[in-house]
């Protein structure tokens, strides 16, 4: 146990759905990540949190909003999704943006668009 | 693009030497990171170093060298339970934002 948990573990969502994934983490840390995580392909930074303040969007599309109502919790919500974007959704958080480095992850949801 | 190169997979005896190389773009470096994953699980964090040298912790090392743009991961003392995917992620300019690897899987055999 990395001190960081997710919801639900598992999802299949048609592409009209929508659906909300969620993170929460019980390290005290100040900064929370969002990862997509293809097969054989290097993990994809989504967004980054850091004291409740969204500090990073790397051109994820519109389709994935996240939100983070505090410093203990990350949601990923998804709407209109994509056969493609179906993969292994990884949340992680840090001590702060400054030990970015050291990232504590929670076990992921596995998302399936069909 | 930034990017980072290390093997897709390398394969190793229990009980032996291991070594998994990693290569990236200097562009703004800052640090590299170790992360090992089990099949199925989430990536935990091995090591960091941000200044050239090796950086041991038990059986792991993580070695740099920021004039070759390169580093390394050795595990020594190999364990079955060692089989895994192990990525290396560079901190750009600052340290939040990791760009990963592809990971190399390890296989261990007996």
Redesign the interface.
Known sequence: E?G?TQTPRHLVMGMTNKKSLKCEQHLGHN?MYWYKQSA??????MF?Y?LEER??NNSVPSRFSPECPNSSHLFLHLHTLQPEDSALY?C?S?QD????????????TRLTVT | GQSLEQPSEVTAVEGAIVQINCTYQTSGFYGLSWYQQHDGGAPTFLSYNALDGLEETGRFSSFLSRSDSYGYLLLQELQMKDSASYFCAESMDSNYQLIWGAGTKLIIKP
Do not use: C, I, N
Request: net charge neutral; charged share 30%.
């Open positions: 990395t960081v900064a054989k392909k290097p993990l994809e930074l980054v850091s500090v990073e990884l992680a840090s943006r400054d030990r970015g480095y050291e990232q504590y992850f929670g076990p992921g």
